[in-house]
């Protein structure tokens, strides 16, 4: 049904796509990956008309097609399904499946038939008993990519796109997902399912086209692959997949908090874990450690510190949030911009800002992190997920922090990607850095952590240490079947 074949595209300083391809046909879930950085992006702006290629060709029933924007391909029948959902969070559910397709007469929407073709679509997601009527602020992060996905049906999509759909959801709402994914494919339509998250490619895809340096290294059937030849066809060697040893921790007690069913205390070396399910409150608890959201009464190195996000920051305790582009970073600025946006004295003049001083720590942090970028000018939205959290850690790291707060740190990262950060937490620890970070993958919190508090319902539900910090045991904690 669709196809593209060698794309080429170059931005400043890099060539996001050289003579990349790939063959979707219809019926069938065709999973696209590759590290950050690859090309998957630029491929899925060239399908939807927000970009267009310099070279190459793309068909469409196997006639050439030219999108000179994103209205054309979604006239065409292409849409895609973004991980930075666009469900407008106050309107209501009705509207936000009907956004861009809005039945009227004479210039005024029709109500009746309105409602009659949001349910179809929300029916054919598992949705069929929605209430309309309500915002979307109110429904649940899987519910909201559900009605996005219905969105795309209501436009009669030959061609659906999505991109990370199930990053940061678990349990029932991955699997509901799932199945809309299946139920869309069995009634025809071409599914380009973009994932980090390899063992789910395995299990959802038919298909699946691997991206590397912008180019398509592999595609083949599903049941030729496994999830070892995946990552070695993604990242062009074999990654060592075990977390690197835990260093010891010191003695010395860096953070003491207050936290809902436990008194924190985390020593100078040592990685502290939050589990729980998703809403458990395991964020809330980190935000309230940074001094936000309601600071969480603490103490660092021994002395009381207000609540606050200043204070805390002034004390050496620092938040790299989940939402990091949101959060973490400004797009539109330049990376040595982001880089030292939270200690701006140290290159300043006068009260004025020295770009050489700004360019030189640029320098040395890329150097530090391995942040991959064409050059200190480059802007930030055109780096890819991994290399984003590399320059949100380094603006931390600038400040020279006792403590550090990492939420959901490689969300949306490849697992070479994912390798250089678990590195680089056990090189901060053993400098001596206390961590504590939140995660909702379990592998992870369970090779990165010496203890792991589980949440439950706001609180902490019991704590594991050392050979008892098994994915079941938190499981357990995480659904009030086993006491602490």
Known sequence: ?????????????????????????????????????????????????????????????????????????????????????????????????????????????????????????LARVGLGELALDQPAERLSLGTRQLVEIARALVRRSRVLILDEPTAVL?????????????????????????????DEVIDLADEVTVLRDGRDVAHAPVAEFDVARLVREMVGRDIDTVFPPLPAAGDDVVLEASLPGHQLRVRAGEIVGLAGLLGSGRSRMLRSLAGADGGARAAVGGRDVAGTLRARVDAGVVLVPEERKTE??????????????????????????????????????????????????????????????????????????????????????????????????????EEGMAVVFASSDLPEVVGLSHRVLVCRGGAVAGELAGDAIEPEEIMHLALGTAAA
Request: charged residues 25%; aromatic residues 4%.
């Open 328 to 429: 973490g970073l400004v797009l539109r600025l330049p990376v040595r911009m982001n880089t030292t946006l939270a200690d701006l004295r140290s290159v300043a003049r006068h009260g004025w800002l020295d770009g050489d001083a700004e360019r030189a720590v640029f320098a040395e942090q890329r150097e530090r992190l391995g942040i991959r970028a064409s050059g200190p000018e480059q802007v930030t939205a055109e780096l890819s997920g991994g290399n984003q959290q590399k320059v949100v850690l380094a603006k931390w790291l600038r400040t020279r922090p006792r403590v550090l707060l990492l939420d959901e740190p490689t969300r949306g990262i490849d697992v070479g990607a994912k390798s250089e950060i678990y590195g680089l937490v056990r090189a901060l620890a």
């Open 1 to 121: 049904m669709l196809e593209a074949s060698g794309l080429v595209k170059a931005y400043p300083g890099v060539r996001a796509l050289d003579g990349a391809g790939l063959s979707a046909r219809a019926g069938t879930v065709h999973a696209l990956v590759g590290e950050n950085g690859a090309g998957k992006s630029t491929l899925v702006r060239m399908l939807t008309g927000n970009a267009r290629p310099d070279a190459g060709e793309l068909r469409l029933d196997g006639a050439p097609v030219t999108f000179s924007g994103p209205r054309e391909a979604l006239a065409a029948g292409i849409t895609a399904v973004y991980q930075e959902l666009t469900v407008l969070p106050a309107m209501p559910v009705v509207d936000n499946v009907l956004l861009g397709q809005e039945r009227t007469r004479r210039g005024l929407l029709v109500g009746r038939e309105r409602r009659r073709v949001a349910r179809e679509a």
């Open 170 to 198: 678990a349990g029932e709402q991955r699997q509901a997902i799932f199945d809309v994914v299946r139920v869309v494919a069995a009634d025809g339509v071409a599914v380009i399912y973009i994932s980090h998250l390899l």
